[in-house]
């Protein structure tokens, strides 16, 4: 079916249509007007994260938490019809008026607080060590421009290292983790309380330990975040979850390790592969957040292992 038959179908077949600015993914998103309604067209490969979301969407919805409804779908097609959550993007207020991130991060915060008093949601893929360790492991497939290759000698130590790192946490209840939870997917919207929060991109969610998404939103690869914003919303998120501070700046540091070697990875690979060279310029910040995560000692051997590419490429 085509996107023309799809919104014949759904009777948008008159709505104007305006391309948006894509992500990282192959997705591709247009929003329609028409008459004074206006909705978002999701446009996804055939690789099952259409129907994930519609089925994640709706798990979140149930749950209190604003995920787009979605008013009609192809999902087997990669075609769906949402809620159009508008434009005003966390981020971008955020770079317009700094004063307001605090509050904004506050009730990003505060989403993911409320996530963690819920089951995490059934039929999800479980993220444990082995699946953190070997989508680090992305790492090692891509260089990024005028920086030698990683020496594959050290992968399958990193790869020990991070999975021992992982052990103690795999024990730990997980949570829905929404995987890609930063300012750029969240938007602001009218509603009070957290349904002031529009949740995107989060097909490829998972079960996985509660410090992941915190340390996706806080560690973003996309903007800074102010150091004190970081600071007070982790300071947030353990004190209204009753986790012991120790163990889980631990785990916040080993998965924020993991997201960076994997986001690195990614990063060299949409330059090399797929000619998306602007996202080479947020590496340096990737990389800083990655030698201030090694810093903790529950990673001691984890940076052991990684000294030789972090001297090489100084």
């Given at each position: 079916?085509?996107?023309t038959?799809?919104?014949t ?28 309604r ?12 259409t ?66 008093r ?27 421009p ?14 020990k290292?991070?999975?021992t ?59 800074d ?77 984890t ?12």
């Amino acid at each position: 079916m085509t996107p023309t038959e799809f919104l014949t179908i759904a009777g948008w077949q008159n709505a104007a249509l305006t391309p948006m600015t894509g992500d990282a993914s192959a997705r591709h998103y247009a929003r329609l007007t028409d008459h004074g309604r206006s909705a978002i067209l999701m446009q996804a490969p055939d690789d099952g994260s259409t129907p994930a979301f519609q089925k994640i969407a709706r798990y979140l919805r149930l749950n209190g938490l604003a995920a787009p409804t979605i008013y009609a779908g192809q999902p087997d097609q990669g075609l769906l019809l949402i809620q159009d959550f508008g434009d005003q993007r966390f981020a971008d207020i955020a770079d317009a008026d700094p004063t307001a991130a605090p509050r904004l991060y506050q009730l990003a915060t505060d989403v993911l607080i409320h996530l963690s008093r819920l089951p995490a949601m059934a039929g999800l893929p479980v993220y444990d060590g082995k699946t953190m360790a070997d989508q680090a492991m992305l790492f090692f497939d891509w260089a990024l421009p005028d920086q030698p290759m990683p020496d594959l000698a050290l992968k399958e130590p990193l790869r020990k290292a991070l999975i021992t790192a992982a052990r103690p946490f795999d024990r730990q209840q997980r949570v829905t983790m929404l995987r890609d939870y930063h300012a750029e997917n969240l938007m602001l919207r009218s509603e009070t309380g957290l349904a002031a929060a529009g949740l995107l991109d989060f097909q490829d969610a998972m079960q996985a330990h509660p410090a992941y998404d915190l340390v996706s939103l806080l560690q973003d690869a996309r903007r800074d975040v102010d150091p004190q914003i970081e600071q007070d919303m982790t300071f947030r998120y353990m004190a209204e979850t009753d986790h012991d501070s120790t163990d889980f700046y631990a785990a916040y540091a080993l998965y924020g390790t993991a997201r960076a070697l994997r986001i690195l990875g990614i990063f060299a690979r949409l330059n090399a592969r797929d000619g998306k060279a602007r996202y080479l310029a947020f590496a340096p910040r990737v990389r800083a957040n990655l030698e201030r995560n090694l810093q903790h000692p529950h990673l001691s051997e984890t940076a052991r292992v990684l000294t030789p590419w972090l001297e090489a490429t100084a």
